[in-house]
């Protein structure tokens, strides 16, 4: 007779817009789908998505998505699946990575992870940046050291804001961006994009005077994209650091 195969573990991104997962794989994150939660009931988006997916043997979490959220996540894999989720949370130091922040829970678990997944894949300093809902970069030394970081609202948040503020029309901008834009449309919609390439460039230049040498710049998130292509030095874009962050610390776990 065969031995069952044993179930295994699933990891969750929970955003303030979109629920990321991937299935642990030889201490790796799989291949990840998401969703979308922003206007949506989330129980009730999971009732659909995971309505076909097989009970996992473990829950693990990164969670910034607010209290509420989160508690109906946790309500729903309980009454899904009866199991109890292990919620993941920033620390002073784990897997070769220290915090920088004196109080190292209040460093959102998102960057975290993605400080360690970097850390992990790479052997040189790095400066991270998470174009989402809001943008976050942080500087890494080689030898793990966080050197702290900033966040600032995401593009999106940036034009919102603009336009509520000043009344202006909004109109889609041109396809090809231009440092200089000869009208409003592309002047509001590449002046947010390019003021965060010029403040990823001036922070990676700190981080090579902190470090004494070039840092990776590494970009993840939904806006990343369409950062890496202005960017000088050359960038990475990496879809799933903060799964791929907490499949180091479930494995780690695990074993």
Not at 203 to 210: M, S, V, Y
Request: charged content about 25%; overall charge negative; some cysteine.
């Amino acid at each position: 007779m065969n031995a069952p195969v044993p179930r295994p573990t699933l990891l969750v991104d929970l955003g303030n817009s979109r629920l990321k997962w991937a299935w642990l794989q030889a201490g790796r994150a799989g291949e990840a789908a998401a969703l979308s939660h922003r206007t949506q009931d989330l129980s009730r988006q999971l009732d659909a998505g995971w309505k076909r997916m097989p009970a996992p043997a473990r829950v693990v979490l990164a969670s910034v998505a607010g209290r509420e959220r989160t508690g109906e996540f946790l309500d729903w894999v309980d009454g899904r699946w009866g199991l109890r989720v292990e919620q993941t949370r920033s620390r002073d130091q784990a897997l070769g990575v220290t915090n920088a922040y004196a109080e190292p829970r209040h460093l959102g678990v998102d960057r975290w992870l993605a400080l360690i997944a970097v850390h992990r894949r790479f052997s040189g300093p790095a400066c991270i940046v998470d174009c989402g809902s809001a943008i976050t970069i942080d500087g890494l030394a080689a030898d793990g050291r966080h050197l702290g970081g900033l966040i600032l609202p995401g593009l999106a948040m940036m034009r919102e804001a603009l336009l509520r503020g000043t009344g202006l029309d909004d109109f889609p901008p041109p396809p090809e961006p231009h440092w200089l834009a000869c009208d409003t449309a592309g002047a509001i919609g590449y002046g947010g994009l390019f003021a965060c390439v010029a403040l990823v460039e001036r922070l990676a230049a700190r981080i090579e005077e902190e470090c004494a040498r070039v840092p990776e710049i590494i970009l993840s998130g939904g806006d990343g994209a369409r950062l890496q292509p202005l960017l000088e030095p050359t960038s990475r874009y990496e879809r799933d650091l903060v799964l791929s962050g907490l499949a180091a610390i479930a494995g780690e776990v695990e074993s």
